[in-house]
């Protein structure tokens, strides 16, 4: 079966300090993957996405980028945080061309004090 | 352009009555759509899905939802409302020439009084 798994469950980073958040998909191969923020009190904003190894779609302009260097791992970086980066950060994936669901990992809490 | 609209942000019920949450899309062609869960601090679990099968979806706990295409709407329903329930859902839009995007609502928080 499928599973993925993102990490850490919280994280507590001063402004202006660098972030990765790592997230890996297991039980699947060329799997969509996605990485979606949730703000207090808002919806899900989708911030990436990628099809493939190295390919990286950006849904808003931020500061934040995001990397897939293989084929299961997606990773969300960002060189200095703000503290509008505060939010609940959600990894996702879906089977690529298919009419399916994405299935999402736990989040990550992020607060930048 | 894909959109979708939850009209409630939040919908209070009462247990063992009956929850009803509203959604409306907007998409160029047929879209699945999708019903998701979320307990809070948690992810986000997949309630029920509509991929051009039968209409009326059956999901977990319940849950069913009934795609109208005429009125563009995907509206979640329960008979009987558990406290369990209580959390937030969110509707989901993929459009049938972008499998790989899925849109958000801005969610509805459910809460069950005893």
């Known amino acids: 079966s499928q599973t993925i798994h993102q990490w850490p469950a919280t994280l507590v980073q001063p402004v202006g300090s660098p972030l990765s958040l790592e997230c890996t998909v297991e039980?699947?191969?060329?799997?969509?993957l996605y990485w979606y923020r949730q703000a207090a009190g808002r919806g899900l904003q989708l911030l990436f996405y990628?099809?493939?190894?190295?390919?990286i779609s950006s849904e808003v302009p931020q500061n934040l980028s995001a990397s897939r260097p293989q084929d299961r791992q997606f990773i969300l970086s960002s060189k200095k945080l703000l503290l509008s980066d505060s939010g609940f950060y959600l990894c996702?994936?879906?089977?690529?061309?298919?009419?399916?669901?994405?299935?999402f990992g736990q989040g990550t809490r992020l607060t930048v004090v | 352009a894909q959109s979708v609209t939850q009209l409630d942000s939040h919908v209070s019920v009462s247990e063992g009555t009956p929850v009803l949450l509203r959604c409306n899309y907007s998409?160029?062609?047929?879209?699945?759509l999708f019903w998701y869960v979320q307990h809070p601090n948690k992810g986000l679990q997949l309630l029920l899905k509509?991929?051009?099968?039968?209409?009326l979806v059956k999901g977990i706990n319940g849950f069913e939802a009934e795609f109208k295409k005429s009125e563009t709407s995907f509206h979640l329903t329960k008979p009987s409302a558990h406290m369990s329930d209580a959390a937030e859902y969110f509707c989901?839009?993929?459009?049938?020439?972008?499998?790989?995007?899925?849109?958000f609502g801005s969610g509805t928080k459910l809460n069950v009084k005893p």
């Open positions: 509509y991929t051009s099968a039968a209409t």
């Open positions: 990628s099809v493939g190894i190295g390919q």
């Open positions: 989901v839009v993929t459009p049938r020439d972008d499998f790989n995007k899925f849109y």
């Open positions: 996702a994936w879906s089977v690529r061309g298919g009419r399916t669901e994405a299935f």
């Open positions: 998409s160029s062609y047929s879209p699945s």
């Open positions: 039980g699947t191969s060329n799997p969509n």
